[in-house]
């Protein structure tokens, strides 16, 4: 067990909808990072969030958005879903950025 | 931005058998990681490892960071191997690259 906690583990949306997917990072850890990873590809970097500030983004669509939250636990939005969408969805987090970063178990979203 | 290369991208081995993972990066990086992607999706850390050597069992790894390059040793190789090894840099920004993972098969 990491200490990453990820909700929901599985989740089945149609076409169009909307979901949150959420992320409580380690105690003590500041920095918060998500990754998607489609069938068989690689991890995409999305976002990373830094007690409560972004510090970075990668290639996220602007359907999708995020936040971290003062408790620290993180929220990825993804709006007006596609098929293409579909993938593991991965919350990790540090204690601050050059460490070691330690990931949840994923959300498995599937868009139908 | 860096790239990250793994190499083999397959690997099929023998249970009890060794092997080898390589993981070259295009720029100096600040931090190194590798981690195990099990069969049921899990990233598991196995080192953070930017530069030296360090050991865990039958798992080591080697970063010789000035020539860019890292190694992760798997000696006498268990079925619970099995999986998706990926290597990931981050080079001073805050976001980790990942490679593309070494898929790798023990058989019984």
């Known amino acids: 067990d990491s200490g990453v906690t990820q909700t929901p583990k599985h989740l089945i949306t149609a076409t169009g909808q909307r979901v949150t997917l959420r992320c409580s990072p380690r105690?003590?850890?500041?920095?918060v990072y998500w990754y998607q990873q489609s069938l068989d590809q690689g991890l995409q970097f999305l976002i990373q969030?830094?007690?409560?500030?972004?510090?970075a983004k990668g290639n996220i669509l602007e359907r999708f958005s995020a936040q971290q939250f003062p408790d620290l636990h993180s929220e990825l939005n993804l709006s007006s879903l596609e098929l293409g969408d579909s993938a593991l969805y991965f919350c990790?987090?540090?204690?601050?950025?050059?460490?070691?970063?330690?990931f949840g178990e994923g959300s498995w979203l599937t868009v139908v | 931005g860096i790239q990250v290369e793994q190499s083999p991208p397959d690997l099929i081995l023998q249970e009890g058998a060794n092997s080898t993972l390589r993981c070259n990066f295009s720029?100096?990086?600040?931090?190194l990681q590798w981690f195990h992607q099990n069969p049921w999706g899990q990233l598991i850390n196995l080192f953070y490892?930017?530069?030296g050597t360090k050991q865990n069992g039958r798992l080591s790894a080697t970063t010789v960071a000035t020539e860019r390059y890292s190694l992760l040793y798997i000696s006498s190789s268990q079925t619970t191997d099995s999986g998706v090894y990926f290597c990931?840099?981050?080079?001073?920004?805050?976001?980790?690259?990942f490679g593309t993972g070494t898929r790798l098969k023990v058989l019984a």
């Open positions: 990790a987090s540090s204690v601050g950025y050059g460490n070691t970063i330690y």
């Open positions: 105690s003590g850890d500041l920095s």
């Open positions: 969030y830094y007690n409560g500030e972004e510090r």
């Open positions: 720029d100096s990086v600040n931090n």
């Open positions: 490892i930017p530069s």
């Open positions: 990931a840099v981050s080079s001073g920004t805050y976001k980790y690259i």
